[in-house]
């Protein structure tokens, strides 16, 4: 069988894995062999008797800043250089994630993942290395490990034979255009709230028009740039 996709996380702390992807759904697929985890620990590419991995930022000011030739060196351990696999550096200064880039991502054999520490990397390593800088908000975490975690749940979900009902995902927020519909379950009443009536008719047609109805609805008052572009493209 070939490889499956794989992504190799290099980190400070490789401690801080498989932690939440070894659970439920990716730890099923996980242990199932539907995909594949490793970490590369960036300190062990340090050459110094104490292993330092950052210095003081050239122009002064706070923090310090991870070396770009201990991370080469820990880049260059693993990567082949081929065209089915993606270097990925997480910080708040690159592209917002998207489903879109996700699907993308789920394509290629294997993603590389940087996570940072401090206040980030050296400039040049990004260049040299031409790692794709990927941000999954707009705040800021105190590495990129969960920024990693929540990259890689989100790619191994997507991956053949890792959901049951495939189909289900067509549905969801951003696949679309739209976020989602709002979910109901039993109890049928529940502190006095009930359940929209069309969803008790068993009238598919009907169900499928309300949900579409409420998600674009639920998009044009949530956000206003999703809905823009969705009508975009519709025209
Ligand atoms: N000084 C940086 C923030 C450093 S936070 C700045 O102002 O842009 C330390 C590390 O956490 C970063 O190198 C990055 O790897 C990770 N990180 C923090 N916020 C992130 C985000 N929103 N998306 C992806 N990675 C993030």
Known sequence: MAAPWTATILTL????????????????????????????DIRQYACSKHRTVDDAPFGGGNGMVMRPDVLARAIDSTATGGEDETLILLTPRGAPLTQQRVRQFCRQ???????????????????????????IGDYVLSGGEPAAIVLVDACVRLLEGVVHAPEG????????????????????????RTVPEVLLSGH??????????????????RRPDLWSRYRATRE
Not at 120 to 133: H, I, K, M, S
Not at 204 to 221: P, Y
């Open 109 to 135: 054999r294997r993603l590389i993942v940087v996570c940072g520490r401090f206040e980030g990397v050296d400039e040049r390593v990004v260049q040299a290395r031409g790692l794709e800088e990927i941000s």
């Open 169 to 192: 995902l067509l549905d969801e927020s951003f696949e679309t255009g739209l976020l989602e519909y709002p979910h109901y379950t039993r109890p049928g009443t529940w502190e006095g």
């Open 204 to 221: 598919h047609g009907k169900v499928r028009q309300w949900r579409h109805d409420k998600a674009e609805q639920t998009t044009r008052e």
């Open 13 to 40: 702390f490789p401690e801080m894995f498989p932690g939440p992807l070894g659970a439920s759904l990716p730890g099923h697929a996980l242990n199932s062999g539907l995909w594949a985890l490793e970490t590369v």
